[in-house]
């Protein structure tokens, strides 16, 4: 029997999130622990916390788990485990050990599917050099997988939403568009080719092209996933409290999600986070509203969005594109803080 685990759900990958509002409400409710040690918690929404060892060493933690975002068990596998590991990255951290986290409907679903993701979450995981020894299971459906990571880092090399700086010239390294992709799958608008270019990008480790933002001493970045462009941007330029200047044409696209959009494939979780982000955000009157709609996009597995010296972005475009990040591309700029916190213009 040919399983095909999109069957099952909804909104796979990070899609699934629950909406940024809520999360920060509840958010606001917990308090946080104060320990000199701790370098990094959620007050700058980073992608993982950074905790202190000694002058010498910190850990970066991170977990992300969501339901099935393609078809093939073996394919999810691999692209839960990448995406799970590129929060390391993002931090500039090195990812070393990880748990399994997994959720698996066993009266459900043959033990072969289970064995197959689980296939895929190790191997993507050896390829990033992380050594996966342990995890946990629970009965439940859909199936939803992912990694609990640690990761090695310098206490003075850490990478973080804080550490945009006025004059920055804004870098993507992976195009956009996997959330509507996935989304016109369902509805049979999506090409085999595109549904391909798209997973092929899920399952990209973000871990060369993190090694291009150490090698030019990168301190602000993030990756982009559930809440889209436009919300990690977002994210980023209110904890380096600066303003983020994005020119949506500049943006590069998988395929032919423009085209999808277009023609009205934009998943639901894309106006979750429009709204979101709409207080804070200004939208050039002209425009386009097809892009403006793509910047909200939810990303599974998404590429870094980082900031560097101005004089440093034809290096480090010339660097990521051969590190196998062709679509890299400078989208914007950092300025003083503005009016907005961020601006999407045409
Ligand atoms: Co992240
Ligand atoms: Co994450
Ligand atoms: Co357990």
Do not use: W
Not at 38 to 52: C, E, K, P, Q, S
Not at 162 to 169: H, L, S
Not at 223 to 249: E, P, Y
């Amino acid at each position: 029997m040919k399983i095909d685990l999109l069957t099952m759900v909804e909104s796979g990958g990070c899609s699934a999130k629950i909406p940024p509002k809520q999360l920060e409400e509840v958010l606001k409710l917990l308090p946080l622990s104060s320990d000199p040690d701790i370098l990094v918690n959620i007050d700058t929404h980073d992608d993982a916390g950074v905790y202190r060892v000694n002058d010498e060493l910190a850990l970066v933690l991170t977990t992300d788990f969501f339901p099935p975002v393609c078809s093939d068990p073996y394919e999810f596998g691999q692209i839960a485990a990448a995406n799970s590991v590129s929060d390391v990255y993002a931090m500039g951290g090195t990812p070393v050990v990880a748990l399994n986290i997994m959720m698996f409907p066993s009266a459900k679903l043959p033990v072969e599917v289970y064995t197959q993701i689980l296939k895929g979450g190790y191997d993507m995981a050896s390829q990033a050099g992380v050594r996966i020894i342990g995890g946990h299971t629970i009965d439940d459906y859909p199936p939803k997988y992912g990694l609990a990571v640690v990761g090695y880092i310098h206490p003075h090399k850490i990478i973080t939403n804080a550490g945009a700086q006025p004059g920055d010239a804004l870098i993507l390294t992976k195009p956009v568009g996997t959330g509507v992709l996935l989304a016109g799958q369902r509805m049979g608008m999506t090409s085999e080719e595109d549904l391909k270019a798209a997973t092929d990008l899920m399952k990209q480790l973000n871990r060369s092209g993190a090694d291009v933002m150490k090698k030019y001493d990168i301190r602000g970045a993030t990756d982009i996933t559930g809440f889209g462009l436009a919300g990690h941007a977002l994210k980023m330029a209110k904890a380096s409290k600066v303003t983020f200047r994005i020119n949506m044409k500049k943006v590069p696209l998988i395929g032919h999600t423009y085209d999808l959009v277009d023609a009205g494939c934009i998943p639901g979780v894309s106006f979750t986070n429009l709204d979101f982000a709409e207080p804070d955000t200004h939208f050039a009157e002209d425009l386009d509203y097809n892009l403006k709609m793509i910047a909200f996009d939810a990303q599974t597995s998404g590429g870094l969005l980082f900031c560097a010296p101005d004089r440093l972005k034809n290096m480090i475009i010339k660097d990521l594109r051969k590190e196998g990040f062709q679509y890299s591309e400078v989208i914007g700029y950092v300025t003083e803080p503005d009016r907005k916190i961020l601006y999407l213009d045409n």
